[in-house]
């Protein structure tokens, strides 16, 4: 068993029992407590699970990892994700971009690009996107969450209605076996419902460590995309999804 093979099966464990010590995890794997002891720091610092004292427990279905923390997780990943999605999105079209911070990556790799129309509920993707002179950015109006700079709420949701773009770009926090897209803010969702519903194609990008998030509130399902963008195969359930709905997978 490889070290990514042994982190999986450590996810695996913790998420059917609620809990794993570091002597349980020592035992059922064979390995030194030191091995342990890294591997839960890596899982920790991807969102996978929660470091606790002597081991490990789930990830909060309710509360996500601050965003500075989001910021920095998976960069390099994020940053190979975000340049395969760029180079789907032709010159001279319209997109949404919704809000998390592998969004904002596709937004730096986006600047390369000319002529675009953005329709941004991001304020930090119409931040890095504003000095380009040939670009037409349009920003949401609504309630503006300070923690990251999305802005949310009913106005949000309305102003995303009077469009209808070429791509709809979201992020996600977590994708159930059974194929559901989740988020944390049920607020959020609805503006990303929107963003779906207004979009004549849908590209989720998603790096690897939301296939073993739960976050609570329904956002919808893996058959309303038209294509995922990740940097590792996902699950074998997801797989059979996105053959199922013929939603094209991309693997940076």
Do not use: C, W
């Not at 030191?34 to 920790?44: E, K």
């Amino acid at each position: 068993m490889n070290q990514q093979q042994r982190q999986d099966a450590i996810v695996e464990l913790v998420r059917r029992q609620g809990y794993a010590s570091i002597e349980q995890l020592t035992e059922h794997f064979t390995v030194t407590p030191q091995t342990i002891r890294r591997d839960l720091n890596t899982l920790s610092g991807e969102g996978r699970i929660r470091r606790v004292h002597g081991g490990a427990g789930l990830e909060s279905s309710t509360v996500n990892t601050s965003y500075t923390t989001r910021k920095a997780l998976n960069l390099e990943a994020k940053q190979r994700i975000a340049g395969l999605l760029a180079r789907h999105i032709p010159d001279h079209s319209s997109l949404f971009i919704n809000i998390g911070t592998s969004n904002e990556v596709i937004a730096e790799a986006l600047l390369d690009h000319q002529g675009l129309e953005v329709i941004t509920n991001n304020l930090n993707v119409a931040a890095i996107l504003q000095h380009k002179e040939d670009f037409n950015v349009i920003v949401a109006g609504g309630q503006v969450r300070s923690r990251d700079g999305g802005i949310i709420g009913e106005a949000t949701i309305d102003f995303i209605n009077q469009f209808k773009v070429d791509f709809g770009i979201i992020g996600i926090s977590g994708i159930d076996e059974d194929g559901s897209l989740l988020e944390f803010d049920y607020q959020e969702v609805r503006v990303a419902q929107a963003i779906i519903r207004n979009s004549r194609k849908v590209f989720l990008a998603t790096d690897h460590s939301k296939f073993q998030r739960n976050p609570v509130v329904r956002q919808g399902n893996l058959a309303q995309l038209d294509a995922l963008f990740t940097d590792r195969e996902p699950p074998e359930a997801i797989l059979r999804m996105l053959t199922q709905h013929e939603v094209t997978l991309y693997i940076a």
